[in-house]
């Protein structure tokens, strides 16, 4: 069975073979690590984690990285405006990034680099394009110049003037083409910085997963993905700055992008207030039901999130997990194979919509199947689809106990005591602020307040 992907590079599904079948390369674009991450931030790891497990079935080394940004300008001011260091922000958030994918079920990567780590693989690389001509030092900066690169704007099809559009450049007076970007520039006193060539200084933030990338899986990579936001100017960059300190070598075979996840039909904002993040949601939806939500449309697609839409998810689920309740005697084969149908469609580009109808469909052939034999394969064949997409993880009666738990709770109140007391707190009414958070406790809700604002979350889940 053929593995098909779309390759966004040549726009076309194609067949995927490795390079070398002994070892298979894939990057994913991890986080910037400033603050927790929204529903769509996990839909990359989640997706093209899936797709791990599916080249692990298939070849027997595959290496998998997924960085993590730990040196941003947004960084910088989270940290100036609580005034620490880059660090404390960033494992705060590294960590509370890990255990939200950690509850949807995501794998880890096998590796998982970070930029303030790899800044001696960045400055070389720096020094070769600077070598090679494509680069160029200019008041404390360094750029790389696009007209040096012929293929500049091929994976995202955009016309220069499109280009310089979409990327907001800074059209700086050092700049010898308005569409240049940063590969280093220079850190005051009160930035993280480094030692460099030319002074000290941060680097830009195409450069580092480049890097990465190089230090981690070699100069060429089976597999580059990410969401489509990346594909200009990111990976447009990240393609021309490898491609030219690489001596003209691929940089990445297959690019995979995932499309945009919306609320209620609308871009998630700050200032639209709609902006769903995992570490709040895990408190009033079951993990697997949102592990369901972000595989139900194909992951090129754009995916909506909607309350009714979650409350169907858990239904479905509902229904599979009382098919195991109902078999809850059969014994199962632990090393059933994966459906060959099920397979097949994640075969197909990820088809996880029909790869989540199939299993339905073998829950309802299980629920019909009668006899001890036949219960046993059809619930094994169950099981074992349920285990490639990471649903139907848990005891059954561990699922409806959880759905209980969270029947009586009334998330409006809830959210209305939360707002009460952040108004309290506003007001220095310091005496209620705490009385309210005493009530919070007492339904068993956790509030953490950040520098985005207060969060809740229910504790019994």
């Known amino acids: 069975m053929d593995l098909i992907l779309y390759n966004t590079l040549s726009r076309q599904r194609e067949v995927f073979a490795p390079a070398d079948p002994e070892r298979v390369t894939m990057y994913v674009c991890g986080p910037t690590v400033y603050s927790y991450a929204h529903i769509g931030n996990a839909r990359p790891p989640l997706v093209f984690g899936l797709l791990a497990r599916l080249l692990r079935q298939r070849w027997p080394n ?8 730990d040196v941003d300008d947004k960084i910088n001011a989270a940290a100036r405006e609580l005034g620490v260091p880059i660090g404390t922000i960033t494992d705060r958030y590294t960590r509370a990034y890990h255990e939200d994918l950690a509850a949807l079920g995501v794998d880890p990567p096998d590796i998982e680099p970070r930029a303030t780590q790899t800044i001696g693989t960045i400055v070389a690389m720096i020094e070769q394009l600077i070598a090679s001509g494509h680069a160029y030092a200019a008041e404390g900066h360094v750029l790389f110049g696009v007209d040096t690169f012929a293929a500049y ?4 099809g955009r016309t220069t003037d499109e280009m310089l559009a979409g990327a907001r450049v800074e059209v700086a007076p050092y ?3 308005a569409g240049d970007f940063v590969l280093w520039k220079p850190s005051a006193d009160d930035l993280p910085g480094w030692p460099s060539p030319w002074g000290r200084g941060r680097p830009g933030w195409h450069i580092e997963c480049s890097a990465m990338a190089q230090a981690h899986l070699g100069e060429t990579i089976d597999i580059h993905a990410g969401g489509v936001d990346l594909k200009f100017p990111h990976h447009e ?17 297959f690019w995979l992008h995932n499309g945009f996840v919306t609320v209620d039909g609308a ?11 995992v570490e709040q949601l895990r408190g009033s939806h079951p993990p697997e039901a949102l592990r369901w939500f972000l595989l139900k449309a194909h992951y090129r697609q754009p995916l909506d999130f909607s309350d009714t839409g979650m409350t169907q998810i858990v239904r479905t689920l509902d229904g599979l997990y009382g098919v195991l309740r109902e078999l809850a005697t059969v014994t199962v084969d632990a090393d059933a194979p ?6 097949a469609a994640l075969h197909d580009d990820l088809n996880t919509p029909r790869a989540l109808a199939v299993l339905s469909e073998l829950a309802g052939e299980a629920r019909r ?17 349920g285990r490639l997409l990471g649903l139907l993880q848990l005891d059954p009666a561990r699922w409806f106990d959880q759905a209980t738990v969270d029947s009586g709770i009334d998330r409006a109140a809830i959210q209305a005591l939360v707002d009460r007391r952040q108004a309290a707190k506003a007001a220095r009414s310091f005496a209620e602020a705490d009385a309210i958070r005493a009530e919070l406790t007492a339904l ?10 207060p969060r809740w979350k229910i504790c019994s889940r």
Do not use: W
């Not at 871009?267 to 993040?277: A, D």
């Not at 199947?369 to 689809?385: I, T, V």
């Open 237 to 253: 960059n990240e393609i021309a700055q490898s491609t030219c300190a690489h001596g003209g070598r691929t940089f990445a075979r």
């Open 62 to 69: 595959v290496i998998y990285a997924r960085n993590i940004t």
């Open 338 to 343: 994966v459906p060959e149908e099920l397979s």
């Open 267 to 277: 871009k998630m904002s700050k200032s639209l207030g709609n902006t769903m993040l």
């Open 153 to 156: 704007g091929q994976l995202s």
């Open 369 to 385: 199947a009668e006899g001890p034999q036949a219960q046993r394969l059809r619930k094994s064949a169950l099981l074992a689809g």
């Open 444 to 453: 068993g809700v956790f509030v953490e307040d950040t520098p985005q604002g």
């Open 175 to 177: 700049k010898r083409h």
